[in-house]
Structures are given as C-alpha cells and as structure tokens.
C-alpha cells in the first residue's frame, strides 16, 4: 500500500525534529572503551556512512543535515569498540577546510552537507552549523570546483530564524 506523499511529508518532518531529541538522550550513553559498534546501531541506527580509517578501522557517520546543526563521527578500535565520538560540525574542524582540498576529505572530515547547488563553474556544499545566538541561523558553505573537485573557497552566513 502506497502511502499519500502529505503522510509521509508529515513522518519525514517528524522525524528530522525528533532526531537531536533522540541523541540528547543516546549519545550519552555511547562510552568510549565500553560501548560496541552493534550497541551504537541499536541506539542511532545505520550510519548515512562507514568511513575506512588507514588503521584498518571505521568510523560511523551519523549526520542530522539538513534540519540539524550535528554530525557525529563514531570511531571504533579494531576491537570494534567506540574509540571517539566527535562533533564533524565543530569550528575547529571548519576552520580545517581550505583552498585546494579535495572534495572527498572535505565530506569525510564535515559528513553530508545539508544542500549541494550548482553556481557557475562550482558545486557549492552547505552545512547547517550551530549559532552564537539564539535567533538567529548559521551556515558553512565550501564551494568546490566542478571540473578537478578541489575547494576554492569558504564562506560562512548567518540569517534570521524562521
């Protein structure tokens, strides 16, 4: 049974505000050194992406792009136990992101970015990141050339909630 699009519209819009309520209450609970990759799928669910390490490990990537401000990096050991959970989003990490930089280790330091918009020569990557204040909206966008997928410039923009 197929269902109306303004159900699952509905379900859809639900759950983007749902999820920041369910890490407030599962990450906690993710320990490095105790808390198994099996423990974490049970409490987030499948990662929007597996990461391979040089090390012969993975991270789990669990992005809440585009209605969230977050994106966890899981780390498992080789025991595949959590070794570190980090915030991808933190301005330390964004300030990271610099001209010439490949596209694939912008995403794989960042995680999914909210939008993807074609603009002139460039692809521009946007990422809903938290805000300093409270009314306001904040965003980091990464504009990456089409034809060699390297980043040529940051920029960061805030606006009005709402």
Not at 76 to 99: G, K, P, T, Y
Not at 111 to 135: K, M, N, Q, Y
Not at 142 to 156: E, F, N, P, Q, Y
Request: glycine share 8%; hydrophobic share 45%.
């Amino acid at each position: 049974m197929k269902l109306p699009a303004w159900i699952v519209a509905l379900f859809s819009g639900l759950s983007a505000l749902l999820l920041p309520a369910c890490d407030a209450v599962n990450l906690p609970q993710i320990q490095p050194g105790v808390t198994t990759q099996a423990e974490v799928r049970q409490r987030l669910g499948e990662p929007g992406a597996v990461h391979a390490n040089d090390d012969g490990t993975a991270t789990w990537e669990y992005s809440r792009q585009p209605a969230g401000v977050d994106c966890w990096m899981i780390r498992f050991d080789d025991r595949q136990v959590v070794a570190a959970v980090d915030q991808a989003l933190s301005a330390e990490n964004l300030a990271r992101i610099a001209s010439g930089m490949p596209e694939a280790e912008v995403l794989r330091q960042l995680g999914r970015p909210a939008t993807r918009i074609a603009f002139g020569p460039d692809d521009v990557l946007e990422w809903h990141v938290r805000s300093d204040f409270p009314g306001e909206e904040a965003y980091f966008a990464v504009h990456v050339r089409r034809d060699d997928g390297r980043v040529v410039k940051t920029a960061s923009r805030v606006q009005p909630k709402g």
